[in-house]
């Protein structure tokens, strides 16, 4: 392996899955805007939209996720083309 091509600021972070609140720690170098104390700790926080505790693959269930209304506004604009 190449020397000196890997970043050495590894360090705790939490990573949150807004569909369903699940938390899970690991280690990483992103850089994060927010905060969140878990037992006494406080470690980065980054929000994810979709993880492996909500992804159909991995959960076997087929359901929507939609924080940001993104169905609602193709619906609106390209779901009633037909109905003219």
């Given at each position: 392996?190449?020397?000196?091509?890997?970043?050495?600021?590894?360090?705790?972070?939490?990573?949150?899955?807004m569909?369903?609140?699940?938390?899970?720690i690991?280690?990483?170098?992103?850089?994060?805007?927010?905060?969140?104390?878990?037992?006494?700790?406080?470690?980065?926080?980054?929000?994810?939209?979709?993880?492996?505790?909500?992804?159909?693959?991995?959960?076997?269930?087929?359901?929507?996720?939609?924080?940001?209304?993104?169905?609602?506004?193709?619906?609106?604009?390209?779901g009633?083309?037909?109905?003219?």
């Amino acid at each position: 392996m190449k020397k000196g091509i890997h970043p050495n600021n590894y360090r705790p972070v939490v990573f949150k899955d807004m569909s369903n609140d699940d938390v899970f720690i690991t280690r990483s170098t992103i850089n994060a805007r927010e905060t969140i104390e878990i037992d006494s700790v406080t470690y980065p926080l980054i929000k994810v939209e979709i993880s492996n505790t909500s992804h159909p693959f991995y959960t076997g269930k087929s359901k929507l996720v939609d924080t940001a209304g993104r169905v609602d506004k193709f619906m609106s604009r390209y779901g009633n083309r037909n109905k003219k």
